[in-house]
T-cell receptor, first 113, second 116 residues
Framework: DAGVIQSPRHEVTEMGQEVTLRCKPI?????LFWYRQTMMRGLELLIYFNNNVPIDDSGMPEDRFSAKMPNASFSTLKIQPSEPRDSAVYFC???????????FGSGTRLTVV | KQEVTQIPAALSVPEGENLVLNCSFTDSAIYNLQWFRQDPGKGLTSLLL?????REQTSGRLNASLDKSSGRSTLYIAASQPGDSATYLC???????????????FGKGTMLLVSP
């Protein structure tokens, strides 16, 4: 398996623009997680899915953030409109079940100018 | 709310030394604990996973221990090498007996520098 695949690797956008981050989890994994990493706050859980269903989105900072998982092999995290304070590295991770560890993607480094 | 603390925040050692990284967590109701390595500008690589029923796991020069009752874990690195330089993150997976759902809570990591 190629692991968790995220795209793009880097994204630079202007404030106010819409940004869409993409993730392909490992085939067969039941859980998918979106995390954000900043120097100040470390890794923060934004939202997670179980069997394509959003379970907990309490970490999503604002209504500007939304996430979808239309099928077991694809998820998106959208920011609309983007702001400079959204600049961070966004990671996607997947896990088989509760007793298994997480596998992370390489992340998307987002810069909003 | 689960809180994970890692001490020290940064550590610098000469090559060849054995070292210990510490992780503590406030809620002992966990499914498992996972240690990750993160190189600068890169993603997270899983090093070791310890289930709540286990006391330790070993992989090569790495040994992770878990004391769930006291809310502590340690990562022991033997004979450190410059290639071990990275940030090491500890994360605990909270248990939810009712639904089975759970999430991973991270510490902020220990930045390790091993000098030749």
């Amino acid at each position: 398996d190629a692991g968790v695949i995220q795209s793009p690797r880097h994204e630079v956008t202007e404030m106010g623009q819409e940004v869409t981050l993409r993730c392909k989890p490992i085939s067969g994994h039941d859980y998918l997680f979106w995390y954000r990493q900043t120097m100040m706050r470390g890794l923060e859980l934004l939202i997670y899915f179980n069997n394509n269903v959003p379970i907990d989105d309490s970490g999503m900072p604002e209504d500007r953030f939304s996430a979808k998982m239309p099928n077991a092999s694809f998820s998106t995290l959208k920011i609309q409109p983007s702001e400079p304070r959204d600049s961070a590295v966004y990671f996607c991770a997947s896990s088989l079940t509760v007793n298994y560890g997480y596998t992370f993607g390489s992340g998307t480094r987002l810069t909003v100018v | 709310k689960q809180e994970v603390t890692q001490i020290p925040a940064a550590l610098s050692v000469p090559e060849g030394e054995n070292l210990v990284l510490n992780c503590s967590f406030t809620d002992s109701a966990i499914y498992n604990l996972q240690w990750f390595r993160q190189d600068p500008g890169k993603g997270l690589t899983s090093l070791l996973l310890i289930q709540s029923s286990q006391r330790e796991q070993t992989s090569g020069r790495l040994n992770a221990s878990l004391d769930k009752s006291s809310g502590r874990s340690t990562l022991y690195i033997a004979a450190s090498q410059p290639g071990d330089s990275a940030t090491y993150l500890c994360a605990v997976r909270r248990g939810d007996g009712n639904s089975g759902y759970s999430t991973l809570t991270f510490g902020k990591g220990t930045m390790l520098l091993v000098s030749p």
